[in-house]
């Protein structure tokens, strides 16, 4: 079931394209946003291929849409492929939620309700998904700021069922936890101690914006202290697992972004010595 394990790694985005090919920074690997290199050509796929030549990546994506009731976009999936094996990709990701229906692009990650109904439908498309891409992927769980009635279960129960169901893989985005746990008042250690440790194989890192009464997750700040805290804790339940930091907006200069990735290395091998 187990992916390699690729140690830690950094978003690619485009502010660093050139500072990675001049510097090499000692970081393990990268990882992409799919939509931004499923082009014909240009500069975004002569700095990916540049930068794979050096580096191990993974795709990240935003578009597959699992939880809707539209049908799978085929030439999307057609898309992945290829890029998946042009880039030799250790594996692809994407969202437990659903971003349209009716062909109609909201262009945001919507959550679902947690039925039983909604694990069976949503596992059968990741198995479809998973035969036409010839790999498991790896589903992650999203921040969300609504909730519905009919839930019939808690989100972590949700995403482990989804999981068994569809034998997929877990993309476990602490930040995402954390700002879930805080705009509906759970404890998020209970959402760790809830999922199969054997299917998680990465974790995300990121920052969020504070509102007072509630949190959004955004991508454009520095990982505060109690998303810290909780991936240490993250590290303690499930071990050595491939882990990177996520930037989106506001990007700092690459030095910035270092700095994180040691701090998350350093968490990592003092959780990991002292087990």
Known sequence: MTLP????????RKEHYQ?????SPAVDWFEILTENYLVDGGKPLYFLDAINERYPMVMHGVSLSIGSSDPLNLEYLKQLKALSQRINAHWISDHLCW???DGVNAHDLLPLPYTSEAVQHVADRIKQVQDILEQRILIENVSS????TQSEMTEWSFLSAV???ADCLLLLDINNIYVSAVNHEFDPLDYLKGLPKARVQQHHLAGHSDYGDYIIDTHDHPIVPSVWALYKEAVQQFGAVSAMIERDDKIPDLSELLQEYEQMKQISSAVLEAK
């Open 145 to 148: 700021y609504i909730s519905y």
């Open 5 to 12: 394990y690729l140690g830690f790694g950094l978003g690619l």
């Open 19 to 23: 500072t990675i090919l001049d510097t």
């Open 99 to 101: 971003t349209g229906v």
């Open 163 to 165: 999981a068994e169901e």
